[in-house]
């Protein structure tokens, strides 16, 4: 009997490291402190390498499926989200315009008659640089937890809202940089991604937004 | 000969009918309970390109669930087909079109298929084939004789070719890559298997 208590204490542990983490609603001149530090921070951000593993998660599979990349920002907005594995597939935001290359297979969209695409545009580079708490589309909470900041967003419109239930960035205490994005649908399957190994500022020639 | 003729009588061309082995055909490729089937996605309609992620799964005996995502991961659709049920669970705006639903309704059945009856059945040297009817249609199953792998399915009206799925790379029960030709409409889909 007492070997089961321990291991189901330890079970117990094990499994609520994720939602155990003590977390705290931040108080509000916390918040304004928090708000402030990252909005400095993505100010000085000029450019902005960084690597990423997305986990996309759904209910009914016994595995999260796996996929990683690299991610390079210039500002004012320049934007490559590319994955390496499995595949080659990379997305850049340009000039108001979307360039895909999938596997080699070329395509363009011209984002200029599209507010859709605006609105990831901006969902993006606001999620990566943490410079979207004065946006008006969300309504956004605070939290404090042994991990980080976590701030969850929940969208306003309508349509967005369909797709996209709530939106979680967990910043890094020390940096104020986004560490993790997690993208939460209706159906409460959803997409995570982490970052890791930043370079901040380094130069980044325009050819990386060449697709 | 005649039976050949009457049904999309090329793609039988240098066949000959033989008795029927089993009355029931298990599909090999997407029938295994336990196993996520994801496989990247490029899909080509009237010229437009398409991509993302194809995910499908076993969830009971009768019915696969079936997700479309984006390469971002958000959901394009999700369905829940089996031999007579459908139940779409969700699609985003741009795709909830009644055409495009029957479509990849009737093409994911297709290929999710579990089993198929087989009502005749076709040989030449190194394939034989299997026929199915399937409403007023027909599904023409092509296998190796050699490693008994099923290589192409074909669904035909009595005389013309409607959709063709090619099967490659194909082990131990999986195939690594198929294509979706549609012959009526100008509508491709190339799934090729993500090692997760």
Not at chain 1, 179 to 187: P, T, Y
Not at chain 2, 70 to 83: A, M, P, Q, V
Request: hydrophobic share 35%.
């Amino acid at each position: 009997m007492k070997i089961k208590a321990y291991w189901l204490i330890l079970l117990f542990c094990l499994s609520g490291t994720g939602t155990f983490a003590q977390e705290q609603k931040m108080a509000e001149s916390e918040i304004a402190t928090f708000k402030q530090t990252v909005n400095s921070v993505s100010k000085k951000i000029k450019t902005l390498t960084t690597d990423f593993v997305q986990y996309k998660h759904l209910d009914f599979l016994s595995k999260d499926i796996e996929t990683s990349g690299k991610m390079f920002f210039k500002q004012p907005n320049l934007l490559n989200w590319k994955y390496i594995k499995p595949y080659n597939y990379s997305i850049v935001f340009k000039n108001n315009k979307i360039f895909i290359n999938n596997e080699g297979s070329k395509s363009s969209v011209d984002m200029g008659n599209n507010k859709m695409f605006e609105k990831i545009n901006k969902l993006i580079v606001g999620s990566v640089s943490g410079d979207m708490f004065d946006d008006g589309a969300f309504v956004i909470t605070y939290f404090k937890s042994k991990d980080g900041y976590i701030t969850r967003l929940l969208p306003k419109d309508a349509t967005l809202k369909k797709y996209i239930k709530q939106i979680e960035l967990v910043f890094d205490k020390e940096e104020g940089i986004v560490k993790q994005v997690k993208l939460i649908e209706s159906s409460n399957d959803f997409t995570k991604i982490n970052f890791k190994n930043k370079i901040i500022n380094a130069k980044i020639d325009d050819s990386a937004f060449n697709n | 000969m005649l039976l050949l003729v009457s049904c999309a009588s090329h793609t039988l061309k240098g066949f000959s009918k033989t008795i029927v082995e089993q009355p029931i055909y298990k599909a090999p490729y997407f029938s295994n309970t336990g196993t996520d089937y994801v496989y990247k996605a490029n899909i080509s309609i009237y010229g437009k390109k398409l991509s993302g992620l194809f995910i499908a799964k076993q969830i009971n005996d009768s019915c696969h669930r079936i997700v479309f995502t984006t390469e971002f991961g958000n959901s394009l659709l999700d369905f829940e087909i089996g031999e007579h049920t459908f139940k779409i669970n969700s699609i985003v705006a741009d795709l909830d079109k009644k055409m495009i639903i029957k479509t990849l309704k009737n093409d994911f059945r297709l290929v999710l298929a579990n089993s198929y009856h087989v009502q005749a059945q076709y040989e030449n040297a190194t394939d034989k084939v299997y026929k199915s009817k399937d409403g007023n249609r027909y599904n023409l199953l092509f296998i190796k004789k050699q490693s008994d792998n099923l290589y192409k399915l074909v669904r035909a009206s009595r005389y013309k070719e409607k959709v063709v799925v090619s099967y490659s790379n194909v082990n131990n029960q999986l195939a690594e890559s198929l294509t979706i030709e549609h012959k009526n409409i100008k509508l491709d889909i190339v799934l090729n298997y993500m090692n997760n």
